[in-house]
Each structure stands twice: as structure tokens, then as C-alpha cells.
């Protein structure tokens, strides 16, 4: 193969305008289907109901692919920018950092609470849309715009004289590009669920949802929830049993509450109920579902142990012996949670889980006192819902008894380096597998103690691929871990036995840089090769320390002072272009780079990579796929010995695909 030895000024490529959305759309949305990029219409439509200008929204799947969603707002503005001497409407479809919500300095302005946090997102619809349409009501006209694979087509102009000058709204239709998307059908469920949570959430604001069939017949279904979350909730029971009637309420920081920490207008409104059955919610945070939870669940939760927890105490209900905590309670209950938060921070663009630190104070401070009240106004409610708390944890401490009985008859020794956790209930253990003595020393002290383990490893530790497995347990790191973790090694077609596995989750915890991910590949080799069945029953993950740290100076009193942490350098340019979109001065904040998961303090080390509400947690799966090497064959190509030369080849022609592989076949 001829390699180029010239490296000029011409061979750097410079992405301008939306090139960036086209090059990996991943990294903006999700690519399985469109939806995403539909909901990105309708936020900004709800954005308009939230701040007050909306009543109603309309949004329909018409028979060509397309989809529409039309509100009857203010309208987008059609006039020129002062700086940028483009039309606004045009800015907001065409430039990535461009939007009316970058400005949250506090809570009462009409866009501090919206979802938007970035300003990518109708861009990036229309970078991934063959054709998009806009129509603004405004002014007393119809003014119309189109845009073709990101970029202007038919500038914008009125097309028609409104009746009424107060007339007033935005329409847009957007024709997503099946080239970008695994499939580019629109779930019709999917939105349905997305628009009914709306409505949920937008008091007296009508949904409405049409599909075009055969014909052109429209099929529409409109959401009114006069009762607010209560009703939905009811909707989600769908009849199921409940202990006790719901609870719901809301509470926001006043003016006289905003201080530092919290901003005026802050706060959540939740419906709770509880069954024996078993529990589960949704939750919404400035009207964006975070299906994947967050910090704003975690403060609901923490609010409920200590309400719930508090009642049993004084109402002398606790057995002795028993201790609650919070999944006994959180495990039955189900829920709808829609936080407010003054300048929320996402995991990711398609934000679906939220990492703001500070609401896990903010949504407990404000729902445990009602909560509490509520539990000691309504006594025979209170004492079911602690009763089933009590159960719950009762049967959990006679599961612990049983295999700690089972345990004490074992021959193993556990390792002396190893510090155990306090919790023995597999199912709520985890265990740390830290590279280096030092970073095992913080993890030690940052840890929970009650639920999570600490095994500090040395180097790099052996490649583990082409060893038999009666030689392996030679090794005693190896050793460690096998008998750390409870389990012998084995292949996927032995039949072993896991019962005496010692916790669910097995963590590799390794440093940010390149010897940390050498040290990951070699544990999932172990994995890989001598535990696959623990990799099949979903046991092992891979936790992601933070590279670097970013300290942001106190911004007046409803900014205080920051630190935020980025993955990598790519996370770190996204937090400081986002810096600078809230007008923060180049140069007033510092980067730090970690050298290590030894250069953490306890504190930063459980505040970022091992608290279970703030982490970055991924589990490790197996995903084979066609036209693709398979998992073993990229093991044995990348581990064996003699497979050096494949192994240079493979990287000379796929070197700048390695993240995505890891991906895919993580």
C-alpha cells in the first residue's frame, strides 16, 4: 500500500456552515429513526406554549414521509439580524449556535426554562432533511422560506396578506433523509407518547396529531390533561393496584428563596402512587422527557427515603434489626416528575438523562417537606406505603442471611487487598476494579461504602487470550479477581455455576489515556474470553473518568462558581463553546488536565465516575453484525500473538474507524 509522506496547508479540511451534522449526525442525534429530529420541531413549539404565546400545537405524519408541526406562537422573526445581516428564521435553520435561549442569567425571562441548551437543534433537522418548509404568520403576512439539505433554496418572502394583523404562529414541514437514519419510518407510538406528555405538561395548551392514510383521509387525536399529572399518572396505572391514593403537588423557588445556588422560578411539580407490584415513571425536565433519568430522579428518590423513612421512625413502626433504604421504597413507586432547571446540563445532545449536580438538592428540598406532611395528614396512607417499604426490606435481609450462610461453608479466601462492601446482596454490589495503587487509595475513600467494593490492580496485567484456563488462576491478579468476584473461570460452553457471584456490577475503572485503555482492553479480553457468561448476563461495565476539569468564575449571584468536567477534548471544546455562548470572557476559566485517577480526590473521584446518580456508566455487549468482523475475530486479530503483521495491516486500513468499532462491539 503507497503511503503519502506529504503533509500540506491543502490537507486540512476546514468543516463550515452544517458540514459537521452531515460528517456524523451521530454525534447530534440518534440515527436509528427520525423522531428525534421531529421532536426537535416541537420543542421549539412547546418552548412557545411554555413562555406563554402558544395554545395550541399541531403536528402531523403526512403520506409522503414528511411531517409537519404548526403553533400559533409569535412567530419566528423574519427580519434582518443586527449583526449578522441574514434573516432570523434563516439563522435559526442554518447555523448551529444560533437560538433565542442562550440567555438564562434568571428565571423570568420567556425562554429561561426551555430545553434548548446549545442551539443546534432545528439546524440540525434541516442539515438532515432533504427538504424543509417554513411559513411564519407575522406582521400581517404569510412569510415563506424553503431549505434543501441545509442550505436556502427559495429566500424568504411574504406570499399572502393575513386577514388578521394579529394573526400570529410558525409551520414547518420537514422531509428527513432516509440516508442518515437505520430506518426512516416514523413511529407512530413513539410520537404519540412524546405529544401526550406534552399536554401533560403544558396546562390548557390542545396537542393535536394527525396521520395522513390512504386516500388522504386524516386520522387525529387531540390530549387535554385538566388534571394535570395526577391524570396521566392514572393513565400510566392503567388499573393497577395501588396502596394508597396519589400524591402530587408542586413547589418553585420564589424570589425571596433565590439566592447562589438556586434562581427564582426553579423547582418540579410530581404525582406519586405506590404498588406492590412494582414501581417505574417518567420524567421531564423543562419539558424534555429524559428517558433515561437523571439528577432530578435521584432528588425525588432521596426526598422519598427520608420523608418515608422519617414517618416509620416516629411513628415507631421500624422491626429491630431492619434498615431501609432508598431502592426498598423507590423500587414500588411510580411517578411523574417534571423538573424545572434555570440551565440544565445533559448527557449528550439527544438529552435524555440529566447530570445537573445541583438538582438532586433542589427536588429533594423541595418535595420532602409536602411529602412528609402529606404522609402525617393522611395516617393510613403513610403507614401502607412504610409498611411496604418495611416488607420490601425485610424480605431483602432474609435473602442477605441466606447467602451469607451459603458463603461462610466456601474454601476461598478473599483477597487482602480487597475492600469489601458492606451490602451482600448481589443484585445491590458493585465492584471497582481500579488500576494502580493510588487511584485504589482515593477510590477507597470516595466510595459508598455500603454497596461498593474496591480491588486495586498493578500494571498492566496479562493478556489473557491464548492462556489455558487451568493456567490461568497462575496469575494473581487473575487469581484476585476470579475469587473477588465469585465465579471460576469458564467458556460459553460450560455450564456454570453463578450463584455464587458476589455483585452485579463489575466496574473496570481505569485513567483517561492511553495506558487506561491498553489496561481496558486486557480486563475485557479476561472477560471476554474466561467470564462470558457474566459479560451475557450484563455484569460488566466500563466506568468513564473525566479528562479534564473546567473551574468558571461566579457570575453574579445566581452564577455561583462551576466546575464542570469533560470526557475528552472533544466534550471540553463543546463546554467551552457553550461558555462562551453565555457571554463567560475567553480566558476567565481554567482547564485542568488529570493526570491520572491517582491526581483525584476522593470527593472529585466519587463525584464523577463513581456516584451512581452522575456517572458515566456503560455497559459492556456484545453486538455481532453483518458484513462486519465478528467479536471473536477481532479478539483473536487484536490479542493473538501471531496475528502482528493482520494486526498492522487491519490498522493502516482502519485506524480512523477504531472508536467506532469499539462502539459497536462494546
Known sequence: MAIVSQYAEADIRVLKGLEPVKERPGMYTRTDNPVHIIQEVIDNAADEALAGFARRMTVTLHGDGSVSVEDNGRGIPVGLHPEEKVPVVELVFTRLHAGGKFDKTSGVGAYAFAGGLHGVGVSVTN?????LEVNVRREGYVHHIVFSNGEVISPIEPIEKLKNNRETGTHVRVWPDPKYFDSARIPVLDMERLLRSKAVLLP?????????????????????????????????????????????????????????????????????????EGGGGE?????????????????????????????????????????????DIWGKTCFVLSARILDPQFQGQVKEK????????????????????WLNEHLEYGRAIADLAINQASSRLKQQQKVERKKSNGVAVLPGKLTDCEEKDPARSELFLVEGDSAGGSAKLGRSKDTQAILPLRGKGLNSWEVDKDRLLANSEIHDIAVAIGVDPHTAEDAID?????????????????????IQVLLLTLFYRHFPKLIEQGNVYIAHPPLYRVDVPALGKNRPLRKIYALDANELNVIE?????????????TVTRFKGLGEM???????????????????????????????????????????????????????????????THA
Open 127 to 131: 442539515a438532515l432533511s432533504t427538504r
Open 204 to 276: 390548557g395548551v390542545e396537542v393535536i396529531f394527525g396521520v395522513e392514510c390512504e386516500g388522504g383521509k386524516l386520522d387525529t387525536r387531540s390530549w387535554h390533561y385538566p388534571d394535570g399529572l395526577s391524570g396521566y399518572l392514572l393513565e400510566m396505572l392503567d388499573g393497577k393496584e395501588q396502596v394508597a391514593g396519589i400524591f402530587s403537588g408542586e413547589k418553585y423557588i420564589g424570589q425571596k428563596e433565590a439566592g447562589e445556588v438556586f434562581a427564582e422560578g426553579e423547582g418540579v411539580a410530581w404525582a406519586m402512587a405506590w404498588c406492590a
Open 283 to 327: 420524567s421531564f425536565v423543562n419539558l424534555i422527557p429524559t428517558a433515561n433519568g437523571g439528577t432530578h430522579e435521584a432528588g425525588l428518590r432521596q426526598a422519598l427515603f427520608e420523608a418515608v423513612k422519617a414517618f416509620a421512625e416516629h411513628h415507631s413502626m421500624m422491626p429491630r434489626g431492619v434498615k431501609l433504604t432508598a431502592d
Open 354 to 373: 440529566l447530570n445537573s449536580r445541583d438538582a438532586v438538592k433542589l427536588i429533594s428540598m423541595l418535595v420532602r417537606d409536602p411529602l412528609e406532611l
Open 498 to 518: 453463578l450463584s455464587g457471584l458476589r455483585y452485579g456490577k463489575i466496574c473496570i475503572m481505569s485513567d483517561a489515556d492511553v495506558d487506561g485503555f491498553h
Open 577 to 589: 463553546e457553550k461558555l462562551r455562548a453565555e457571554k463567560v470572557r475567553d480566558g476567565s476559566w
Open 601 to 663: 480526590n476522593p470527593d472529585q473521584l466519587w463525584e464523577t465516575t463513581m456516584n451512581p446518580d452522575t456517572r458515566r456508566l456503560l455497559p459492556v455487549r456484545i453486538l455481532d453484525m453483518p458484513d462486519r468482523p465478528t467479536t471473536q475475530e477481532l479478539f483473536q486479530m487484536l490479542m493473538a500473538k501471531k496475528e502482528a503483521e493482520a494486526r498492522r495491516n487491519w490498522m493502516e486500513l482502519h485506524g480512523d474507524r477504531v472508536d467506532e468499532e469499539i462502539d
